[in-house]
């Protein structure tokens, strides 16, 4: 099993639509989460940092649920602009960042 | 941004040559990491770097090393380059080493090993 595993899509949404991602993770000592996006050919970058109690930043708000190991990215009213593969991230210990493989997403008008 | 310089950005070379790549931040941050990103596998870790000489493997370390001399500089180095390690490379850094502080990633380097 890998360490961590996400959908690889694609997900096919029309604007204005809500899409929501997981990604589970196997080791349950894991520290710390976080959502990248990653647009073709260019290198990921930092959506956001997944709290324990959630978090939230505009359209975006990711969840964390330890109990069933995984981490969620919810997407509010799609635009075209966030079509891109988005990717978790996990810390299993300590120094490594695991990167699921990415889920790709696709806003349509 | 975070500071973070790849070089090359692109290099084509042959098999069984030696290729370095070069990391440099201007964040002064303690870690740094080099990953490959390939089609269906993702980001897989090869090295990292704790300090100034203080290395790691990761999990997709064989045929590669790497050096810090310098806490802005970390290199990787394909002692004699195979088709099978023609991919993207990206380098990150972090405050801290992923505890609650993410990885910022350099713009890449595209490797050819033809």
């Known amino acids: 099993r890998k360490e961590v595993e996400q959908d690889p899509g694609p997900f096919n949404v029309p604007e204005g639509a809500t899409v929501a991602f997981n990604c589970t993770y196997s080791n349950s000592a894991s520290q710390s989460f976080f959502w990248y996006r990653q647009d073709c050919r260019k290198e990921p970058k930092l959506l956001m940092s997944?709290?324990?109690s959630g978090n939230e930043d505009g359209r975006f708000t990711a969840q964390l649920n330890r109990a069933s190991q995984y981490i969620s990215l919810l997407i509010r009213d799609s635009k075209l602009s966030d079509s891109a593969t988005y990717l978790c991230?996990?810390?299993?210990?300590?120094?490594?960042?695991?990167f699921g493989t990415g889920t790709r997403l696709q806003v349509f008008p | 941004d975070a500071g973070i310089t790849q070089s090359p950005r692109h290099k084509v070379t042959e098999t069984g040559t030696p290729v370095t790549l070069r990391c440099h931040q201007t964040?002064?941050?303690?870690?740094m990491y080099w990953y490959r990103q390939d089609p269906g596998h993702g980001l897989r870790l090869i090295h990292y770097s704790y300090g100034v000489k203080d290395t790691d493997k990761g999990e997709v370390s064989d045929g590669y090393s790497v050096s810090r001399s310098k806490t802005e500089d970390f290199l990787l180095t394909l002692e004699s380059a195979t088709s099978s390690q023609t991919s993207v490379y990206f380098c990150a850094i972090s405050e801290s080493g992923g505890i609650n502080s993410p990885l910022h990633f350099g713009n890449g380097t595209r490797l050819t090993v033809t």
């Open positions: 997944v709290y324990s």
């Open positions: 964040e002064n941050h303690r870690y």
């Open positions: 991230a996990v810390t299993p210990n300590t120094d490594k960042l695991i």
